[in-house]
Nanobody, 121 residues
Framework: QVYVAESGGGSVQAGGSLRLSCVVS??????MGWFREAPGKKREGVAV???????TYGDSVKGRFTISQDNAKNTLYLQMNNLKPEDTATYYC?????????????????WGQGTQVTVSS
């Protein structure tokens, strides 16, 4: 079973940047992705990096977010630039893939504790 620990969230003003980290144990950082859940909204896929290294992003973050990995550290990253108030959410990492045009979670275990991102206008 894959275990994850997310970190790096915080409070920033609109236009600011944050870099989230996800340390993965019990697996590698391929076929892993980032998800987010805002209050009152359904959890959505944000970005995924697949086994061939290809990356896919949700429409709302394209051009602003970048997913990357450091296999030596077994860590997944999400660089978030030009943050907007609508990016405010708790961010989670998990095994992921693209199905159709949607980023979906691949496993069924508990979510990690997540990391909170708050963007003020």
């Amino acid at each position: 079973q894959v275990y994850v620990a997310e970190s790096g969230g915080g409070s920033v003003q609109a236009g600011g940047s944050l870099r989230l980290s996800c340390v993965v144990s019990g697996g590698d950082t391929y076929n892993m992705g980032w998800f987010r859940e805002a209050p009152g909204k359904k959890r959505e896929g944000v970005a995924v990096i697949e086994s061939d290294g290809s990356t896919t992003y949700g429409d709302s973050v394209k051009g602003r977010f970048t997913i990357s990995q450091d296999n030596a550290k077994n860590t997944l990253y999400l660089q978030m630039n030009n943050l907007k108030p609508e990016d405010t959410a708790t961010y989670y990492c998990a095994a992921a893939a693209v199905v159709g045009n949607t980023i979906v979670r691949l496993d069924h275990g508990d979510w990690g504790q997540g990391t909170q991102v708050t963007v003020s206008s």
